[in-house]
């Protein structure tokens, strides 16, 4: 490029006086001042166009995704706020513990800083929070474009991790089954919970200034 430029401003000052050395010349030299002015002429529209679009997409794409991964986490801290008294339980000896406590179709505790009833029972609040997140990470996908590899892994394991898997299952068990306790899922919730730890990371790393 320091090349082009130098070539046209040489051509300004003083080819463009030369006489010809050889037949021709004059329009060689003049074809190569053109090709000269081309490739800046598109640099700068490189820069201004092409770089500028670049930049406004992601920053839209920032604005729009990240929202959507703190619905993910938030749905995550309610319910391990709900079940534990804690946004991220992952001491599977504690999760166990407390789930033995709790049948699925026990009623959820009223959150004071929710909308949530008692007249919800666990398997139906557990089962609308996962298709709650996995509505969000199927937005997300539609940006795969423009996310990072690391954030593309991490919802992908999210999307097919044993926790979302499990519910799956929970949602066609008969109310004998439901008549159950939740201990089956302390490990999957775990897995879960560490992996929504990765998503806080990555959103916390994108909001520093």
């Not at 092409?50 to 794409?61: G, T």
């Not at 199927?138 to 474009?145: D, E, I």
Request: proline share 2%; hydrophobic share 40%.
């Amino acid at each position: 490029m320091f090349w082009l430029s130098g070539s046209v401003t040489h051509y300004d000052l003083w080819w463009a006086d030369l006489p010809e050395l050889f037949d021709g010349g004059g329009e060689l030299l003049n074809s190569s001042y053109n090709l000269a002015m081309g490739y800046i002429v598109s640099f700068v529209f490189y820069l201004l166009v092409v770089r500028y679009k670049e930049y406004r997409d992601s920053a839209y794409v920032n604005n729009v995704t990240l929202p959507l991964i703190e619905r993910i986490i938030d749905s995550s801290n309610l319910v391990n706020e709900c079940l534990f008294d804690n946004e991220s339980e992952k001491d599977i000896e504690v999760l166990k513990r407390k789930l033995k406590a709790l049948k699925y179709t026990d009623y959820i505790p009223k959150i004071a800083k929710t909308f949530l009833y008692s007249a919800t029972t666990w398997d139906v609040f557990l089962i609308q929070e996962k298709q709650n997140s996995q509505q969000n990470i199927k937005r997300l996908f539609k940006f795969v474009s423009h996310l990072e590899p690391e954030l593309i892994d991490t919802l992908t394991r999210l999307e097919s991790c044993n926790y979302y898997l499990s519910l799956v299952f929970v949602n066609r068990y008969t109310d004998e089954m439901k008549n159950r306790t939740m201990e089956e899922l302390a490990e999957s919730i775990a897995q879960h919970n560490e992996i929504i730890g990765e998503l806080k990371v990555f959103v916390n790393a994108r909001k520093a200034p």
